[in-house]
């Protein structure tokens, strides 16, 4: 979803500097490099919302798949780094 939206960001800049510059003719660099500006910039900005639509998609997963109740979507990026899980015979897990 990022990378389209990126996408169309950069071509509706190309599209307007386009139109503004009479077809590039003048200021193809800059418009490219504008472009390339934005394309960069829009990276960090998107990158928390990404990660926390991952997270809750994980938890809702989680939730139907396997019958676990995620109370803190935080704890699934440990949960996620683990290499080993080990719960007791009252299901807490270690």
Same mark, same amino acid.
């Given at each position: 979803?990022?990378?389209? $939206?990126?996408?169309? &960001? #950069?071509?509706? @800049?190309?599209?307007? %500097? +386009?139109?503004?510059?009479?077809?590039?003719?003048?200021?193809?660099?800059?418009?490219?490099?504008?472009?390339?500006?934005?394309?960069?910039?829009?990276?960090? $900005?998107?990158?928390? &919302? #990404?990660?926390? @639509?991952?997270?809750? %998609? +994980?938890?809702?997963?989680?939730?139907?798949?396997?019958?676990?109740?995620?109370?803190?979507?935080?704890?699934?990026?440990?949960?996620?780094?683990?290499?080993?899980?080990?719960?007791?015979?009252?299901?807490?897990?270690?």
């Amino acid at each position: 979803i990022f990378v389209i $939206v990126s996408i169309c &960001l #950069v071509i509706a @800049v190309l599209v307007v %500097l +386009g139109v503004a510059y009479d077809g590039f003719q003048d200021n193809l660099r800059d418009t490219l490099l504008a472009a390339l500006s934005i394309l960069i910039a829009s990276i960090p $900005v998107a990158l928390p &919302l #990404v990660l926390q @639509v991952n997270l809750a %998609l +994980g938890a809702s997963f989680l939730a139907k798949e396997h019958s676990a109740i995620v109370t803190s979507i935080p704890a699934l990026q440990d949960i996620a780094s683990m290499s080993m899980l080990c719960s007791d015979k009252t299901g807490t897990l270690t």
